[in-house]
């Protein structure tokens, strides 16, 4: 089965201080996605990527950049953290070949104090 | 940007009950939409998916489409506890759009 990895696992932040959330896949997908979850919001889409060196706004980009520097990873970057970021971070792989069904990891839950 | 509404927020039934979930969505161009469950502290896994009008039916799931009325529903036969979960529902254009979800649908199922 498809594999998507995430690290850290848990995350506690400082307001103002930079986290990167890592994300790895080993499914050779092309296509990978940076969500939050938060309670009543579903999952909302951040940035995503078609392939290595490329990344795309979502819908919720504000505070968040993203990196792609591989087919495997995909990084998520916040600057400088808000409260308003304390979220649950999912990353996903998307295998276009089977209309873009995605493959999850296990998340990153991240408390900005 | 594609809307994409899911109904109930919460739905408890008894174990073998039959559930239905409903999902709207905006985008009348939309090709692709799936189901996914989500159990606590994990990530979302997929579960059926469909691109026709139509229904598509896989062991107790029945996934039914109407593009005219930009409605999906997710039928759960003879239900069990372990299907207790958050249930998503995600819809795409094509392979070049990200996947929306809407907010999901918790899923209690009573032994």
């Known amino acids: 089965e498809a594999a998507v990895t995430q690290s850290p696992r848990n995350k506690v932040a400082v307001t103002g201080g930079k986290v990167t959330l890592s994300c790895n896949q080993t499914?050779?997908?092309?296509?990978m996605y940076w969500y939050r979850q938060d309670t009543g919001h579903g999952l909302r889409l951040i940035h995503y990527?078609?392939?290595?060196?490329?990344?795309e706004k979502g819908d919720i980009p504000d505070g968040y950049k993203a990196s792609r520097p591989s087919q495997e990873n995909f990084s998520l970057i916040l600057e400088l953290a808000t409260p308003s970021q304390t979220s649950v971070y999912f990353c996903?792989?998307?295998?276009?070949?089977?209309?873009?069904?995605?493959?999850f990891g296990p998340g990153t839950r991240l408390l900005v104090l | 940007q594609e809307k994409v509404q899911q109904s109930p927020e919460s739905l408890i039934v008894p174990e073998g009950a039959m559930v239905s979930l409903n999902c709207s969505f905006s985008d009348s161009a939309s090709q692709s939409i799936w189901w996914y469950q989500q159990h606590p502290g994990k990530g979302p896994k997929a579960l059926i998916s469909i691109f026709s009008n139509g229904n598509k039916k896989e062991g107790r799931l029945t996934v039914y489409l109407n593009r005219a009325s930009l409605h999906v529903s997710l039928h759960i036969k003879d239900s069990q506890p372990s299907d207790s979960a958050v249930y998503l529902c995600a819809v795409s254009k094509d392979n070049n759009n990200a996947p929306r979800f809407g907010a999901g649908t918790k899923l209690s199922v009573k032994p």
């Open positions: 499914n050779n997908h092309n296509n």
């Open positions: 990527s078609y392939g290595a060196g490329s990344t």
């Open positions: 996903a792989s998307g295998d276009a070949g089977n209309q873009d069904t995605q493959y």
